[in-house]
């Protein structure tokens, strides 16, 4: 495994992958060399993820040893640890964690450790200009938590102990390859600079969707709750970053929640936060999203997915602006725009009693319906070249276009999983094409289940309509390929002459825009 695409993996797939199959510098399947890969990927990835988290709670410049511990603790958390500051000795910061990101996989492969280590380390470097990490106890190793101990005062720290980072470089990974390094770069902190300030692209060139962006102007600079209706991979989640860009909270956090994949058991801590104490295990009071998203905008997706007793909490901080930890007493007010999206039809859960009606209109104040990709067909065309020089700008392999029979293929699925499978067939179509045209494209399955109405003579009219559109475009790009030389270009779309001038007729194109010197056409010849 010398070779892979990071941009395919998750931090966590990729870490676990490495591990699964033992990959080293060139190939090597040593333990040393595993735990040295490791160390490179932190580096990497400690660098990205001080500066988004820097960006989104606007530091300053270096941190003091408090704005340290919340920094490299929220990193964690954010990755899906359970990571609190603990009693701590003179000049360090000791943190304690009861939940390991990797789960039971760091047991099989205790090396993970070094992941902490190492983004830990390489933070406390930069900030203190040095650092020893000390990792007391660890899970993976069958101890009841971990507690990672960081010395920033040589005097301080235990001699000989863990591992020492320095000059923004931890020594074990000083000697990794430049390639790897900057695949890495690239892999961790694409996220954080697609995310950071600014506002996400939307696409909008059907009438629907340019209604949706005019919706989001005006709903923006408020604090009125909203909430997004849509087909899984509409662009939901899209849309709630640009209502909270836009808006007077932009410079505040932006809390994503995916509530359907919290086990209901846990909901009500991570959502609220929990006391020390609160139950078994509660060494250290956890801040829940609504405290994280204090100031800014809390995301909650698949929000038909609450349990009762949560809409019940939830019901309370968007009429009150209070809740209470559990195990808490004390209320806490929670300063927090609500975002909420569903794939489902809520009306219906309300009549049938499984989502709380006053709930349902405290989050409905500004509606927002988002449609399926086959009902914006308008948008496919413009959609495709944004993505298309998304895909450039992410693997710098030049610029690429559909061809005729991948156009046509666009054009005839229905596109079940919308805009998201649109983007994902795309990027397969990019990777896998040698030339500057991609030729086809992998849809997968056509008869995935949808539950699509057959089109309607609208959706038919604005098909051909698209269809008609993207002919002309493909004509007049194979043209200027061909330097207007209408055989050539017959040749390539796989036509007859003929029936390329008649389209050329059709859409009222001139082949003689095109034409380049008589040199250049006797070379086309």
Known sequence: MTDFSL??????????ALLTQGWGEDGDRSAEAVRHQIATIAESAATCFESAYRADQTLPEPLDLAGYADMITGIKNQIGGNFARASSPP????????????GQTVTEAPALCQMTASVFGSIAARNFGWARVVLEKRLAVGDDCCSVAVYTDPEQA??????VYKNEANVVGENGSQRVQERLKRFWCRQSETEGPGIPAIVAESPAMRGILETIEIAAPTDANVLIQGETGTGKEVVARSIHALGSRASQRFVAVNCGAIPEGLFESLVFGHERGAFTGAHEVHHGYIEQANGGTLFLDEVDTLPPLLQAKLLRVLQEGYYERVGGSRPLQGDVRVVAATNADLVRLVEGGQFRTDLYYRLNVIPIALPPLRERLEDIDALVDHFLEQLHEQYQQGRKQLGPEAWSRVL???WPGNVRELENALERGYLFSKGPVIQSLDLGDNRAPTTSPPPTNNLRMARKQVADRLEARILKETLAQAAGNVRWTAE???LSPRAVQM?????????????EPA??????E
């Open 91 to 102: 000049s360090a910061v000791r943190v304690l964690n009861h939940r390991c990101p990797f």
């Open 412 to 414: 005839a699925h229905s």
């Open 519 to 524: 040199a250049s056409r006797r070379n086309m």
């Open 158 to 163: 235990p001699a000989g102990a863990g591992q």
């Open 492 to 494: 390539q779309l796989g």
């Open 503 to 515: 389209k050329i007729r059709h859409h009222g194109i001139d082949p003689a825009l095109f034409q």
């Open 7 to 16: 941009s395919e993996l998750s931090p966590m797939g990729f870490l676990q």
